[in-house]
């Protein structure tokens, strides 16, 4: 091919996109030497870094309910009976943070004038995400090097399953830290800044979700209520202190882990209830509009002190030492050249045209080089799954260039521009049927929570894209501008 | 043929000589899938993945008999590997005994543990995955060839794969797990590669019935001989290094491939030469 041919071909758009990604593809893999060893931004999954994962399966349920009786009644009932905490999620739907069966429900749901619709086990995606939030804090207060925790929502928006990975830390210990709670404590200002101890944690009995107080008036706050022995210890160190007669002299300070997370001053009115008897309903105020509201919502997280709103049970694990993921890390790139090498034998034996042949392995391995960019890019995890899909599509791009290669060589001559681009239109055609399947197949997966299927499934997705929107048209041209020489 | 070993001739013979083989084996492997369905709930033995158990991965090799005495305390799963280990479910004290006891044994071991419901779930949701996927599947074809029996054949086809494979799974002993689903529905994937490809060109290329035929045949013996290539090489990589995930895969998609190649150019080949007979073609 001379210059000029070149310079025609790189004007091809399909072509020059081809060489943008590639480079493009190569700056975000980012192959670079750290400590004498060969990295890259590729982020591995699992299986190939070592660490442990956790799946822990919400103790909870959604419920659907009809009643004819008013809906606070029904609910006040049904909460009785459970002996549960419920909360309204939705028109027709409740979440209740204690796990029963369907049947458990049902009769429960009867017994308090309403009948059971749909039954789920798991939480809403809010109740997932403020899991989600409390576990990552606790996690990051441990410095725990890298945790990954992701709730598992289905189609339908509802969470059974909370993901948990962490690099680097064993099973037992990993379970032991995802189990462990803070230290809270609630202390009181005595003079200056000095401060004495009111109560801990235990005396906490349960911790309410974000309120307006009063209702409607935008001004946040989270309620709480106290164990009666704390009742009475909270008590009587706001008379001791002096904090029910001068309430802004003495500031409560909650403190989780030996910081301050909250602290304020009893409201008079509560001031002047205590001075009278404990009181075992509090509401701690977090002030007006969206602050507020977000303040609220770190309170209550504090309030638990890590502990969940709702509880779970570990459903699977797994611990992948360092040494084995280096081994499958290692495994999987022989696999990957043997693969490569085994095609390139058998698309030499049959075509025996270097012309052909190298574009055809260059072009396929370009296609792995953009598919591994963009996973760089958008940080998608590879594992050993992953890594059978990447294979995959290295099978599939390369029986998707026999069909392009066979089409336009039909009848063995290389044909004149207007037919062949007639040819590569129809290969093009045949190809995309193919990967629009593919796709399709894959796309229940992609969307599905099964969670070590999913990157498997996103890969080969990525992989059929890339190679049909540009890899394999840009084949196309180049074996064009070749042939005809 | 272009390609020494490839003897078959796609014309030689008639489209009901060419049905007969892969009906007859359909009809054994349903019948296999069936009786295992009726027998055990399952088509194909569901592996740990789907019934919960814990499994444990070896870095180096380790005498049997060792392992045996190691774990005697432990409900372990015979027969059992030099590097890979399964248990049957265990309580939660139990397991953690077992993960302290690996740990301290072989510290360079990985640890797997699937609960019995996690298992239920995930089993729930691959049978899921598998339907939906079929079901696309088809829809995309009929959509591209708005013909039924072209279209029908290819599914026809993509389905005998499907079920052909489930059932030597099942007659030699490769269980149903995350890996050998994704292996299925990659199956469904490329099985329909070389069954469009034969569609495409009989139906739309200009020619005698009989080029179209050895022409697509040419072509599609290299997509799925370059395929096998891959996947062969996989699988011997993943073999040798009982890296368990990526050879189910390799193995489920080897058995795959090679029923492919019999339903692409027997039942596809056979229904859609008929309808092109039919049709009056030459």
């Known amino acids: 091919m001379n210059r000029k041919d070149l310079i025609e071909l790189l004007k091809n758009w399909q072509v020059a996109l081809l060489i943008v990604l590639l480079v493009a593809s190569v700056f975000f893999i980012f192959p670079h030497s750290e400590d004498g060893k060969l990295t890259t931004n590729l982020q591995y999954g699992l299986d190939l870094s070592d660490g442990t994962w956790l799946q822990m399966e919400f103790q909870a349920a959604v419920a659907g309910f009809e009643t004819d009786r008013p809906v606070v009644d029904f609910l006040t009932d049904l909460q009785k009976n459970l002996d549960a905490e419920i909360y309204h999620i939705d028109d027709r739907k409740i979440e209740i943070r204690k796990y029963f069966t369907r049947d458990d429900l049902e009769s429960a749901f009867a017994a308090s004038g309403g009948r059971l619709t749909t039954y789920e086990q798991g939480v809403s995606r809010e109740t997932a995400e ?46 032991e830290i995802v189990g462990k709670q803070g230290r809270f404590e609630i202390r009181i200002q005595t003079t ?24 409607g008036s935008n001004r946040w706050g989270v309620s709480f209520t106290l164990t009666e022995q704390g009742a009475v210890q909270f008590r009587d160190a706001a008379i001791r202190y002096g904090a029910t007669t001068d309430p802004s002299r003495h500031y409560l300070n909650m403190i989780l882990d030996g910081n301050v997370v909250y602290s304020a001053p009893l409201s008079p009115d509560l001031a002047a209830k205590l001075q009278v008897e404990p009181i075992r309903e509090l509401v701690a105020s977090t002030g007006a509009g969206q602050d507020g509201l977000d303040a609220a919502k770190n309170l209550e997280i504090h309030l638990r002190a890590g502990a969940l709103p709702v509880e779970v049970k570990v459903a699977g694990s797994g611990y992948v030492p360092a040494a084995l993921s280096d081994y499958f890390k290692t495994l999987a790139i022989v696999a990957f050249v043997a693969a490569t090498i085994a095609v390139g034998i058998v698309i030499f034996l049959r075509y025996r045209e270097p012309s052909i042949v190298l574009p055809m392995i260059g072009t396929n391995l370009s296609e792995i080089v953009i598919l591994l960019g963009v996973a760089a890019l958008i940080q998608q995890q590879l594992d050993l799954a992953a890594i059978a899909g990447l294979i995959a599509v290295l099978g599939t791009g390369i029986d998707q260039l026999v069909i392009i290669t066979d089409e336009v060589l039909h009848e063995g001559k290389v044909p004149s521009p207007n037919i062949y681009q007639k040819r590569l239109t129809r290969a093009v055609g045949i190809i995309m049927i193919s990967a629009v399947t593919v796709i399709i197949a894959m796309l229940p997966l992609a969307l599905m929570s099964l969670s070590t299927l999913r990157g498997f499934a996103i890969i080969t997705i990525l992989g059929v894209v890339i190679g049909v929107l540009i890899t394999r048209p840009a084949y196309g041209k180049i074996i064009m501008a070749i042939l005809s020489k | 043929m272009g390609m020494g070993f490839v003897t078959y001739d796609v014309n030689r013979y008639t489209p009901r000589q060419m049905v007969v083989l892969p009906m007859v084996l359909l009809i054994v492997s349903l019948a296999i899938l069936g009786y295992n369905m009726a027998s055990t709930g399952m088509p194909v033995k569901p592996g740990m993945d789907f019934s919960g158990g814990t499994a444990v991965t070896l870095l180096y090799p380790e005498n049997p008999d060792t392992l045996r005495a190691t774990f005697s305390g432990y409900p372990l799963i015979e027969p059992i590997g030099e590097k890979f280990i399964k248990f049957g479910p ?44 079929f079901i696309g599947m088809a829809i995309v074809v009929f959509l591209a060839f708005r013909s039924f029996i072209p279209a029908g054949a290819v599914v026809l086809s993509a389905f005998a794969d499907i079920t052909m494979t489930a059932a030597v799974m099942s007659v030699i002993g490769i269980e149903l797990s995350l890996p050998s689903t994704a292996a299925l529905l990659m199956l469904i994937g490329y099985s329909v590669d070389s069954d469009i490809l034969l569609t495409m060109r009989v139906l739309k290329r200009q020619g005698k019935l009989n080029d179209k035929l050895s022409g697509a045949f040419h072509t599609g013996i290299i997509m799925t001989t370059t395929t096998l290539a891959a996947i062969a090489a996989m699988w011997v990589v993943a073999f040798a290094g009982e890296i368990t995930v990526i050879r189910d895969i390799a193995s489920v998609l080897l058995i795959g491939l090679v029923i492919d190649m019999m339903n692409t150019w027997l039942t596809n080949a056979g229904i859609i030469k008929w309808y092109m007979l039919k049709r009056g073609a030459k």
């Open chain 1, 130 to 175: 403020q899991v989600k939030v409390i576990l990552e804090e606790k996690l990051n207060a441990l410095g725990t090097r890298d945790a990954k925790v992701n709730p598992l929502i289905g189609l339908s928006g509802i969470s059974s399953y909370v993901r948990v990975e962490l690099a680097g830390v064993g099973l037992a210990q990993a379970q």
């Open chain 1, 192 to 215: 200056g800044n000095e401060t004495e101890h009111v109560l801990y944690g235990d005396a906490i009995n349960t911790v309410g979700v974000p309120t307006q107080e009063p209702p």
């Open chain 2, 90 to 133: 265990m309580d939660d004290a139990t397991f953690e005994s077992l993960a302290t006891l690996v740990n301290e044994q072989y510290p360079d071991a990985k640890i797997d543990q699937i609960g019995p419901s996690f298992g239920q779930t995930l089993q729930q949701q691959a049978l899921l995955a598998l339907t939906f996927s």
